[in-house]
């Protein structure tokens, strides 16, 4: 089965500093692979997909990026980051019907 | 656009209790519909998924239903414990290549002892 790791758990930058969070997936190949936030008293967001190697779509305009320079890896980037880029981070694997979810990253923007 | 909505927001009953859980979405062009859990500061389990053509779920003490035509569902926790203590995402999936679910905002479910 698959597992799916994201670090860092915990994150706490200052404003107009830059990010990188990772996704790495085990025990499949070739997974949709997604990227969501929560943000407090908000619903789960969804923020980038990707279902292949180099392959991003965007679902909302940001001050975030994604790449996938594996087949199992997810990456999520600023380059200078916002207030309102704080919130919860989950990384998910797509595998037929349904989401598997990492553990997520807590992200404070100060 | 889909739009998926949870009623209510936050739940408290007592242990033993049995309850239901709220889940609407605007359009019924469905894929699947997933119940999932999320404990605080962590990430989501699922729970149940029905498939469009399905009308019930069930594991354990959780049973899920789907009403595709009038764009509904529903959880239903028999015998509520504690450990149930959680928040409840319902999320959908369209059709697609892509998968993408779209969640409602939750409930947030407290069992007293």
């Known amino acids: 089965s698959q597992t799916i790791h994201q670090w860092p758990a915990t994150l706490v930058q200052p404003v107009g500093s830059p990010l990188s969070l990772e996704c790495t997936v085990e025990?499949?190949?070739?997974?949709?692979l997604y990227w969501y936030r929560q943000a407090a008293g908000r619903g789960l967001q969804l923020l980038f997909y990707s279902v292949g190697i180099g392959q991003i779509s965007s679902e909302v305009p940001q001050n975030l990026s994604a790449s996938r320079p594996q087949d199992r890896q997810f990456i999520l980037s600023s380059k200078k980051l916002l207030l309102s880029d704080s919130g919860f981070y989950l990384c998910a694997c797509g595998l037929t019907d349904t989401q598997y979810f990492g553990p997520g990253t807590r992200l404070t923007v100060l | 656009k889909q739009e998926v909505t949870q009623i209510p927001a936050a739940l408290s009953v007592p242990e033993g209790e049995n309850l239901v859980l709220n889940c609407s979405f605007t359009?019924?062009?469905?894929?699947?519909l997933q119940w999932f859990r999320q404990d605080p500061g962590k990430g989501l389990t699922s729970l149940l998924l029905?498939?469009?053509?399905?009308r019930e779920q069930t594991s354990g003490r959780l049973n899920a239903s789907l009403d595709k035509s009038s764009g509904r569902s529903t959880l239903y926790i028999a015998a509520s414990q504690p450990g149930d203590s959680a928040t409840y995402l319902c999320?959908?999936?369209?059709?697609?290549?892509?998968?993408?679910?779209?969640f409602g905002k939750g409930t947030k479910l407290s069992v007293k002892p």
């Open positions: 999320a959908v999936m369209g059709g697609g290549s892509q998968g993408n679910l779209i």
């Open positions: 029905i498939q469009s053509s399905q």
């Open positions: 025990g499949t190949s070739n997974p949709n």
């Open positions: 359009d019924s062009a469905i894929y699947n």
